[in-house]
């Protein structure tokens, strides 16, 4: 309250409409209107397509990376669904595999705002069973061949030898 332009601070009503706000409204949303404003950060991977990179000294996979960008806003409870291994797949509205969603919504009491950041890739799926397929990473980054990552890795994963797959987005 101020007094002749002696102020002393928010009055306790003005408080309680503070308090009140962040009941349902997570501080980032608020905080952090966008993130990556110093240094860019990584928004996309794409492991079926490999490149050796001369400044790292070896392969890597294509990367999007992007400064000063806004988060997307999405109800959360503090849990989250998360795609497993030997469960098929589910694509969103948009053909694209979400591999961990925050869970929560307006009718859910313990739920608030928060802000998200979005990173997506592409992965590959198997083709018969709809299952998300591991990567030998090390490997990819030593013989940059992403095909050779993907049989490995479903070798040892999940024993299937020839794996048939397509590369998704996630």
């Known amino acids: 309250t101020c007094d002749n332009g002696d102020c002393h601070g928010p009055a306790p009503h003005d408080l ?4 009140h706000h962040a009941k349902r409204v997570n501080c980032t949303v608020c ?3 966008e993130y990556a404003k110093e240094a860019p950060t990584d928004m996309f991977r794409d492991w079926s397509n490999v490149h050796y990179n001369e400044e790292k000294g ?5 990367q999007e990376m992007a400064s ?3 988060p997307e806003y999405a109800w959360f409870n503090g849990t989250s669904k998360a795609q497993f291994p030997k469960t098929p797949v589910k694509k969103n509205d948009k053909g694209q595999v979400v591999l ?7 009718e859910d009491p313990k739920s608030k705002i928060h802000a998200f950041k979005i990173h997506k890739g592409r992965l590959p799926i198997l083709n018969k069973e709809q299952w998300l397929l591991p990567l030998n ?19 040892h994963f999940y024993g299937i030898e020839n794996p048939e797959y397509t590369w998704t987005d996630t």
């Open 16 to 19: 309680a409409v503070l308090d």
């Open 31 to 33: 905080h952090i209107p």
């Open 58 to 62: 070896k392969y890597v996979y294509h």
């Open 68 to 70: 000063n960008v806004q």
């Open 100 to 106: 961990v969603k925050p869970k929560g919504s307006k």
């Open 137 to 155: 990473t090390e490997g990819i980054y030593k013989h940059g061949d992403p095909e050779k990552g993907v049989r490995d890795a479903a070798k």
